[in-house]
């Protein structure tokens, strides 16, 4: 794919692990994610955590599956003691490609904090392979949560429990499938289909 003059590379649709790799380039190169990320640059140096964290994820709702930014908004989190959302930030950033010594130290100290350890959670990295095994992130339980239960929002405690437990996208759809959420969302289509009619 190529880029048109002054546009930042387009993202790679081919597969969820092109979608992952493609996205570093392609926020690195567009003028309005890097305006959030000069912003939010700056409000962390000012020590103004939760708007900095909010620049953050105005940049990362451009480009979620975008590593590298999950660690910052981890951190601002974390400077607030939202152990939860910090946690979240830091297994996203593990599951899209993030470098283990930018983030292990980090996301063991929150875990700590929230009274959890890596062998009731592990903390899993980016793999090769089918979309269905690589690791899930926090903008993959968005999205599947929108197919599968039609909600915009998803608690944090929800998001946690389920990066803690799902170690691939395939056992998140899972996971959420078997959540009451989805039958709510569903039951119409799980009508049809106990009585044949799809």
């Known amino acids: 794919m190529v880029a048109g003059i002054g546009r930042a590379a387009p993202v790679d649709l081919t597969n969820r692990a092109t979608l992952v790799a493609s996205s570093q380039a392609a926020a690195l190169g567009d003028s309005r994610f890097l305006g959030h990320i000069g912003n939010a640059d700056a409000l962390r140096d000012q020590q103004r955590w939760a708007e900095a964290e909010a620049a953050y994820a105005a940049a990362l709702r451009l480009y979620p599956w975008e590593c590298s ?19 979240i930030a830091y297994r996203t950033a593990c599951a899209y490609g993030a470098r283990p010594g930018d983030v292990v130290e980090h996301l063991l100290f929150v875990m700590a904090r929230n009274g959890c350890n890596e062998s009731q959670a592990p903390i899993r990295f980016f793999v090769e392979g089918p979309s269905a095994l690589q690791v899930p ?22 998001v946690l429990d389920l990066l803690r437990h799902c170690a691939t996208c395939d056992e998140l759809v899972v996971a959420m499938c078997r959540d009451t959420r989805f039958e709510r969302a569903n039951r119409i289509w799980l009508e049809l289909i106990g009585e044949h009619e799809l």
């Not at 930014?69 to 946690?87: C, L, N, P, S, T």
Request: aromatic share 14%; hydrophobic share 40%.
């Open 69 to 87: 930014y999950w660690v910052q908004r981890g951190h601002m989190a974390k400077e607030q003691d939202a152990f939860d959302r910090a946690e």
């Open 137 to 158: 992130g926090e903008p993959d339980i968005w999205a599947f949560g929108r197919l599968l239960w039609q909600v915009g929002g998803i608690a944090d405690h929800h």
